[in-house]
């Protein structure tokens, strides 16, 4: 009975995410309306928030679904074999990139970031940057794969790479986010540019 129960708790959940996401993207986060989220995941108003006090819990849950989903598709890039070590680092940074916008729009990501860095100290600027140290230590994990293979130097301390490199394609990612007009492709050749420079 309480498995059921917590299936049921979890698929709710699951329901108010996605009902959310698809509200954020298509009125805005700040025209979105908790009553509009609960209609559209066929739960009440309190029982939604039972789950979420508000609606930046409910972004955040947003962005860590996104970003957990990517991290589980990155494992697998790991596990591939690759001919470059540039090849594998776009392979796997596009693969972040391309999933980006699946639950949000450069406009949540936005209002993620900021939160993220107005409020320090709150529980979701420390969730947004678990998420980000996350994705640094997948990308430490194939720098290190790299050298294993003899594809990357093994004098390259790998975690230091793994954050300058991470930096670089975040820091490219904002810049996507903040420019309406700059496509996933325009975003993935930058990052091949910054790529290809530091593995020279």
């Known amino acids: ?24 993207k298509q009125n805005g986060y700040e025209a979105a309306r908790i009553g509009e989220i609960a209609e559209r995941a066929e739960v009440s108003v309190g029982t939604l928030y039972n789950y979420y006090d508000s609606k930046a819990e409910l972004l955040m849950a947003i962005v860590s679904m996104e970003v957990e989903e990517v991290l589980n598709q990155g494992a697998q890039v790991l596990d591939q074999p690759h001919d470059s070590a540039p090849e594998a680092i776009c392979h796997l940074a596009a693969l972040y990139y391309d999933h980006s916008l699946v639950y949000l729009t450069k406009e949540m990501w936005r209002t993620a970031m900021a939160f993220a860095i107005q409020h320090p100290d709150t529980p979701f600027s420390h969730r947004y940057r678990m998420l980000d140290a996350a994705l640094t230590d997948q990308v430490t994990q194939l720098i290190e794969t790299l050298q294993r293979a003899g594809l990357l130097r093994p004098e390259i301390e790998a975690r230091a790479f793994g954050e300058l490199l991470f930096f670089s394609l975040n820091s490219l990612f904002v810049t996507f986010t903040v420019k309406e007009e700059m496509t996933l492709e325009q975003l993935k050749t930058a990052l091949a540019r910054h790529v290809a420079a530091a593995c020279a």
């Open 1 to 24: 009975m309480a498995g059921l129960r917590e299936k049921q708790k979890a698929s709710r959940n699951k329901a108010i995410v996605k009902a959310a996401s698809l509200l954020f």
